[in-house]
């Protein structure tokens, strides 16, 4: 069974960049599409990006916000910069044999809260 786990989020000001990151354990994922989603406060889920097995392509909602993936470590990675408090909002990671897009994935971690407030 495989598992997710995100991290890296937290409170930060506006304007400010974080990292978050997931890592996969109990399978192989080398090869499947892995994706970040956020759920803001009283809001629906909502795609932000994916990318490919090969770590390429990739794609994002946001310029702010690029994905990459380390294969060898089975982790993928979100760098957001100039966070505004619109970017409120749990940040999940997602990895199933998809394409790159908002459905298709079969695993989920547990979420991480990112908080931009002054």
């Known amino acids: 069974q495989v598992q997710l786990v995100e991290s890296g989020g937290g409170l930060v000001q506006p304007g400010a960049s974080l990292r978050l990151s997931c890592t996969a354990s109990?399978?192989?994922?080398?090869?499947?599409?892995m994706a970040w989603f956020r759920q803001p406060p009283g809001k629906e889920r909502e795609f932000v990006a994916a990318?490919?097995?090969?770590?390429s392509p990739s794609i994002s909602t946001e310029d702010r916000f690029t994905i990459t993936r380390d294969s060898a470590k089975s982790a993928e990675y979100l760098a957001m910069s100039d966070l505004t408090p619109v970017d409120t909002a749990v940040y999940y990671c997602g990895a199933g044999e998809c394409g790159l897009g908002p459905v298709g994935y079969d695993y989920w971690g547990q979420g991480s809260q990112v908080t931009v407030s002054s």
């Open positions: 109990g399978g192989t994922i080398s090869s499947w599409t």
């Open positions: 990318i490919s097995g090969s770590g």
